[in-house]
């Protein structure tokens, strides 16, 4: 069990693609036991099922008994993995029952913290953070902030489970988490793309090819993270050697905007992560 989770029970709210990579890679890690994690959907059966799979539980406990006998109400950590459009009402619906014991992390895109604290009344502590797919397969990275009252470290023990957490600081960087880790996989999965067109192109199948390219972009990922801090620049010289394969290739890439491209699209996502946040403020 994860020391930092050892005194909640994990409620949560949203039993879709987020919410189980979240509750699979808090029990798959061992991160808390099945029985304190609480699964809930709008849709019942999907809680179930997800619940089934896990040996979780579908009904949040009043009260429990301690060693001695004795009962106690657990510390709740919820976990709003529904829709941006659906938190406030799921927020809304519960907030006669949230205490100063609690603390609501929203995983929702664009709804930011006013928004949680709105809706869920004056008494939880209040997260958001912002997950991406690879959590499907453990490899996520979350950006989480707190609203100053709560946690931080329950809260980061839960993402921990599927991949890594960096902290944010100002609530106004979420734009540019959601347009780099957020959305970021989308371009990688679209480079992954082109690049084995390219192989496809040389000659190569297409299997071939998506493995080559998918590879060699996991290594550069990996050699990045592994470097005590090598400036990405110094990574991409050393592989460009004088007259060589991959300064042809670079010298295409700048030739066609390459890094002007990635530039802007994580500019293209931000301005409209920010445009979500103030039609939710604004609604
Ligand atoms: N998927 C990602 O990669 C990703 C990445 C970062 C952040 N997020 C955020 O994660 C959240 C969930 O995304 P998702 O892709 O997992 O969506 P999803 O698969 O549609 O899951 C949302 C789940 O919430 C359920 N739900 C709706 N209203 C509810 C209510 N009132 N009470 C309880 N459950 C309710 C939905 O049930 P029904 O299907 O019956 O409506 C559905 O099972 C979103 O806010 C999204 O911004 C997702």
Not at 63 to 74: I, N
Request: glycine share 8%; aromatic share 4%.
């Amino acid at each position: 069990m994860d020391q930092r989770l050892k005194d909640y029970l994990v409620i949560l709210i949203g039993c879709g693609q987020m919410g189980r990579a979240l509750a699979e890679g808090l029990i798959d890690s061992a991160a808390i036991e099945p029985a304190r994690l609480v699964c809930l959907d709008a849709a019942e059966k999907k809680a179930q099922a997800l619940a089934d799979d896990l040996n979780a539980r579908e009904d949040i406990p009043e009260v429990e008994l301690d060693e001695s006998g004795q009962p106690f109400r657990r510390l709740r950590l919820y976990i709003v993995a529904v829709k941006p459009g659906d938190v406030r009402a799921v927020l809304e619906s519960r907030s006669d029952s949230f205490t100063d014991e609690d603390t609501i992390v929203s995983v929702a895109a664009g709804v930011p913290i006013s928004v949680i604290r709105r809706a869920a009344g004056p008494f939880p502590g209040v997260a958001r953070a912002m997950p991406n797919t690879p959590a499907l397969i453990g490899a996520g990275v979350t950006g989480v902030m707190g609203d100053g009252t709560i946690d931080m470290e329950a809260v980061n023990a839960v993402f921990e489970a599927v991949g890594r957490v960096v902290r944010i600081r100002h609530e106004a960087h979420f734009h540019a988490v959601t347009a780099l880790s957020g959305s970021g996989p989308a371009y990688i999965f679209t480079a992954i793309e082109a690049m084995a067109d390219g192989g496809v192109l040389m000659g190569l199948d297409r299997a071939t090819a998506i493995e080559l390219a998918s590879g060699a972009i996991e290594g550069a990922a990996r050699l990045v993270q592994a470097q005590d801090f090598v400036h990405t620049a110094e990574l991409k010289d050393r592989v460009a050697s004088p007259g060589g394969t991959t300064i042809a290739a670079l010298a295409a890439l700048e030739q066609h905007g390459f890094r002007h491209a990635l530039i802007r699209a994580v500019e293209a996502a931000a301005v409209r992560s920010k445009q979500m946040t103030e039609d939710f403020e604004s609604s």
